[in-house]
């Protein structure tokens, strides 16, 4: 079995690149129930592949835009994860935060918005890893977050923080 320990890093080379944002605004965060692609039925942040010559942050801004038809205001990157799946495609995710946005969210082919509690944050309808990563988030810690999955199965995962 491969685990997080197993893959050197330095030379790991994703498929796709790809973003998550995430509004925190007065202790609520903006998810969304994700209606079709990887990880179609469970809760996460709007995100997508990052297109050539788009940076990473643009994509972010354009996922969310598409998906839940607000507009993120001062995004700003907040982390990594290297999601490396045993049986699927290897993503590099930027993982972005804004503290407000421009428009309410609405549900569109792809998402249906769902404003949660930071405190309550739904991590039993969320990726396995997000349990683990999420909390550096939420408290504007800078992270990276080595993962991996079979399946929707995490079978390793590793944080990386400035302070580790």
Same mark, same amino acid.
């Given at each position: 079995?491969?685990?997080?320990?197993?893959?050197?890093?330095?030379?790991?080379?994703?498929?796709?690149?790809?973003?998550?944002?995430?509004?925190?605004?007065?202790?609520?965060?903006?998810?969304?129930?994700?209606?079709?692609? =990887?990880?179609?039925?469970?809760?996460?942040?709007? %995100?997508?592949?990052?297109? &050539?010559? !788009? /940076?990473?942050? #643009?994509?972010? @801004?354009?996922?969310?835009?598409?998906?839940?038809?607000?507009?993120?205001?001062?995004?700003?990157?907040?982390?990594?994860?290297?999601?490396?799946?045993?049986?699927?495609?290897? =993503?590099?995710?930027?993982?972005?935060?804004?503290? %407000?946005?421009?428009?309410? &969210?609405? !549900? /569109?082919?792809? #998402?249906?918005? @769902?404003?949660?509690?930071?405190?309550?944050?739904?991590?039993?309808?969320?990726?396995?890893?997000?349990?683990?990563?999420?909390?550096?988030?939420?408290?504007?810690?800078?992270?990276?977050?080595?993962?991996?999955?079979?399946?929707?199965?995490?079978?390793?995962?590793?944080?990386? /923080?400035?302070?580790?």
């Amino acid at each position: 079995m491969t685990t997080v320990r197993d893959i050197d890093w330095a030379v790991w080379t994703p498929n796709e690149v790809a973003t998550l944002l995430y509004v925190v605004r007065d202790g609520q965060v903006l998810l969304m129930e994700k209606k079709r692609g =990887i990880g179609a039925g469970k809760i996460n942040g709007p %995100g997508g592949r990052v297109h &050539p010559q !788009e /940076t990473a942050l #643009a994509a972010a @801004v354009r996922e969310t835009e598409e998906e839940l038809r607000v507009t993120p205001l001062d995004a700003r990157e907040a982390g990594e994860v290297l999601f490396h799946m045993l049986d699927g495609p290897a =993503i590099h995710i930027h993982v972005f935060r804004a503290d %407000g946005l421009s428009g309410e &969210p609405r !549900e /569109t082919e792809e #998402a249906v918005p @769902v404003w949660v509690s930071a405190d309550a944050v739904p991590f039993d309808r969320m990726w396995e890893d997000d349990r683990y990563w999420f909390p550096h988030l939420l408290a504007g810690r800078w992270f990276v977050a080595r993962t991996v999955f079979r399946g929707d199965d995490l079978v390793s995962y590793e944080i990386v /923080t400035p302070e580790s």
